[in-house]
């Protein structure tokens, strides 16, 4: 997170021109920036146009942008599709990979592909949840803190410091220990993983938040007699998106090892259920004898939590042109 | 400087009382610390429960139990155990805990700085270069790399070249359980454990890290005042170390001491993996597993404390580094 708590204001984004599916191409837009393009056939660009572009520059981002789609259709897709039930055994025991058993099987006959595709679902399942969620309410939370400013400001952020003082996975553990069981066990992951990484969202975004109060608009906006409601969601919010798409996709590679961590330690999703850290926790005694056990739901985790990273850096380089190229 | 640590420590004094408030509430009015005993067949005798309920304050309200605790905590007494019916005593194990893992994070933090430093330095010289581009890919893979995923597959590497090479690796527990008398001997031992997890550990933190590093360093390098250094005619080498570095670091101490939430929060996972009978065993056998509100009352504390400490030394640190930097 320390990376994403550096974030600068940047206020390259009017509302009005916001266009939020930038993934799809403009018509005319060439893929790469040529310097030999015509200059009488300029076109107009909306910020989010030449955002998009910028991030198609970005090989890594655009590659893992590819490969994380293409990780979320196999899981989705290719799990529902798949013949083999991940709580379905079946007649191979300990079967190496193969084309039966692309990722072999375990010594009671569950097939391990389908049991890695329905991890998979499990951990991006609780990692958008918690995610969106946290995103959300600490978008709110920071631009209402940054933007009163005063004794309300130095209140709010101290509920954020209490929140920050402890590492995520303790808390996390001794929250869902007491309430996981009892209910639909994902569900209660994810609002924990959410109310445990919210307040990291909310102390960037009130950052920013802070610089924007200060600008000519909100004052334009205070003499037209907008209400503070308005000015918060309709000025401060629109205006620190760009941080908080980073916030966002670098919020879904840490509850994804978040979420996987607590599984692993036997505080996440729990059998009959899977997920993806529950897998490689029953696979660790039998690395040597059933690698495939092992590598592979954990390439899972890294091949997720990676492709969000880069698609992070990508998103990060796109919507803050400002920042030196140096930066990371 | 003195007024401005003495301050910083009382501030956070609320902020940990209020913390060790809410996890007492949560963990007490879920979990039965006594649910082992009652289900014990044959049934223990009614006057047995109510002893141990007793004995645990069960049979007192909420809030005086909690009035009770905090004010044994000020004369050192952290409060009755569930576990061995009440033989141990929380206090003496959990600061021998607190050794075990400290002995850990300490050495994970300097082998993580001291890389993160390193390859930092190298990034940002070597910018855009393929030196750097590995280096980034291997920081982000890190970045993307389950603790737990990483250990095993350390601890089993280790394994495979302690059978196949004759290495002497030693991958369980903090120290052996028979050794030679003598501090020599202990120490050597305690050492051999400490190689794995620390290794762990440390790669896990130096990925963030180094990142950071990088940034600041590239930030530093591009200043005037190294370019004059250069034009002054001063060596490479030493505007590299003396004048760039020492500017670079100024950020870089801070966060890595802030992150030390995260690292206890990952040392959790490699004691676990390890087997170290540390803080993070501590709190997931003795405390949750057992219901035993104390016992995760005593990690909290413990924890806490540590984290304001390092806060405190990172603001100092700052001040240290950065004469620009007064405390009043």
């Keep these: 997170m320390s990376r994403s708590s550096r974030g600068t204001g940047t206020h390259l984004v009017e509302p009005e021109t916001s266009r939020q599916g930038d993934g799809a191409a403009p018509r005319s837009a060439p893929d790469t920036i040529d310097p030999r393009e015509p200059v009488g056939s300029v076109e107009a660009r909306s910020p989010w146009r030449m955002a998009a572009r910028r991030f198609r520059k970005h090989k890594m981002a655009m590659i893992s942008l590819v490969v994380l789609i293409m990780v979320v259709l196999l899981a989705f897709v290719g799990g529902a599709m798949w013949h083999y039930k991940y709580n379905v055994w079946t007649n191979d025991l300990s079967a190496k990979p193969g084309w039966k058993h692309p990722f072999g099987t375990d010594s009671t006959g569950f097939d391990t592909f389908s049991e890695v595709l329905r991890g998979t679902q499990r951990s991006l399942e609780i990692a958008t949840f918690v995610s969106v969620s946290s995103t959300i309410v600490g978008t709110i939370y920071g631009a209402i803190s940054g933007y009163a400013g005063g004794v309300v400001d130095s209140i709010m952020m101290r509920v954020v410091d209490l929140f920050l003082t402890f590492p995520i996975i303790a808390i996390a553990a001794v929250l869902t220990h007491n309430i996981g069981p009892k209910a639909n066990g994902w569900f209660w992951i994810s609002m924990v993983l959410a109310a445990l990484t919210w307040p990291y969202v909310g102390r960037v975004v009130r950052g920013n938040a802070l610089a924007i109060r200060e600008k000519e608009y909100i004052e334009a906006a205070h003499a037209l007699g907008a209400s503070k409601t308005r000015v918060v969601f309709r000025h401060v919010v629109p205006n620190v998106i760009s941080v908080v798409i980073v916030i966002f996709t670098i919020l879904v590679a840490t509850s994804i090892l978040a979420e996987t961590a607590l599984s692993f330690v036997g505080f996440g999703v729990a059998a009959p259920d899977t997920s993806l850290g529950l897998l490689v926790s029953q696979a660790q005694t039998a690395v040597e004898t059933r690698p495939w056990l092992f590598y592979f739901p954990g390439l899972f985790i890294i091949m997720i939590a990676l492709t969000a990273n880069f698609i992070g850096d990508g998103l990060r380089d796109a919507l803050d042109p400002t920042a030196s190229k140096g930066r990371t | ?328």
């Design chain 2, 1 to 328: 400087m003195l007024a401005f640590a003495i301050r910083r420590v009382l501030i956070s004094i609320p902020i940990l009382i209020v913390s060790t408030f809410i996890v007492f509430l949560l963990v007490s009015l879920s979990g039965d610390p006594l649910s082992n005993l009652k289900t014990k067949q044959p049934r223990p005798p009614e006057s047995t429960i109510r002893n141990a309920e007793h004995r645990l304050r069960l049979d007192q309200p909420l809030l005086e139990r909690y009035w009770h605790w905090i004010t044994g905590v000020v004369h050192g007494n952290f409060g009755p155990s569930v576990a061995g019916g009440g033989t141990l005593d929380i206090g003496t194990e959990i600061g021998h805990r607190a050794l075990v893992t400290l002995r850990l994070v300490f050495f994970a933090m300097v082998l993580a700085a001291v890389i993160a430093i390193i390859v930092g330095v190298i990034s940002a010289t070597k910018q855009y270069t393929k030196t750097d581009y590995s280096f980034t890919f291997t920081g982000f893979l890190f970045l993307a790399m389950p603790t737990f995923w990483f250990a095993i597959l350390l601890k089993e590497g280790a394994i495979w070249s302690n059978k196949h090479f004759g290495t002497k690796f030693k991958t369980l527990g903090e120290n052996s359980p028979t050794i030679s008398p003598g501090l020599g001997a202990h120490l050597f031992d305690d050492f051999n454990h400490l190689i794995l997890p620390t290794i762990t550990l440390a790669l896990i933190s130096y990925a963030s890290w180094s990142r950071f590093n990088r940034a600041s360093m590239i930030e530093a390098l591009s200043s005037d005042y190294i370019r004059l250094a250069r034009a002054k005619g001063i060596s490479p080498t030493r505007v590299l170390i003396r004048h760039a570095l020492r500017t670079a670091l100024i950020p870089f101490v801070t966060v890595t001491a802030l992150d030390i939430g995260a690292i206890l929060g990952g040392a959790i996972i490699t004691e676990y993996i390890y087997q170290w009978r540390g803080m993070g065993d501590f709190l997931l056998a003795d405390g949750l597993n057992l219901n035993d509100p104390y016992v995760v009352l005593a990690w909290l504390l413990v924890s806490g404390a540590a984290i304001i400490v390092f806060n405190l030394i990172a603001d100092i640190l700052y001040g240290v580094l950065d004469p620009r930097i007064r405390y009043e």
